[in-house]
């Protein structure tokens, strides 16, 4: 078993940052990528933004592309997710997701992911 636990969200305006964390314990070892999707309110789920454990390789959706980052610190076991130039229809709850399972190509869907934090809201203010 692996436990995710998120933070970092909050409050922001229109144009302001935030970071989120993601912190992993248990069975560790055994994931091979994490990433983050987020779900505002009347609206599925979404792929945001995931990044292989060992290779290094990411992918991001095309409504984040240039203004987040995800990155990972291998010795922590921690995933971060650098949010710049925030706007409103970023808006929502943020989940972090853990797979351990190779499959090609890149990690936006959500059945590649076996285990979920409980998420964190983010919320930015116009």
């Known amino acids: 078993q692996v436990q995710l636990v998120e933070s970092g969200g909050g409050l922001v305006q229109d144009g302001g940052s935030l970071r989120l964390s993601c912190a992993a314990s248990g069975r560790t070892f055994t994931l091979y990528a994490m990433g983050w999707f987020r779900q505002a309110p009347g609206k599925e789920r979404e792929f945001v933004a995931a990044?292989?454990?060992?290779?290094?390789?990411?992918y991001y959706s095309d409504s984040v592309r240039g203004r987040f980052a995800i990155s990972m610190d291998n010795a922590e076991n921690t995933m971060y997710l650098q949010m710049n130039s925030l706007k409103p229809e970023d808006t929502a709850v943020y989940y972090c997701?853990?797979?351990?399972?190779?499959?090609?190509?890149?990690?936006?869907?959500?059945?590649?992911?076996?285990?979920w934090g409980q998420g964190t809201q983010v919320t930015v203010s116009s």
């Open positions: 997701a853990a797979g351990t399972k190779y499959y090609t190509g890149s990690y936006s869907r959500q059945y590649k992911y076996d285990y």
């Open positions: 990044k292989h454990w060992s290779t290094g390789s990411t």
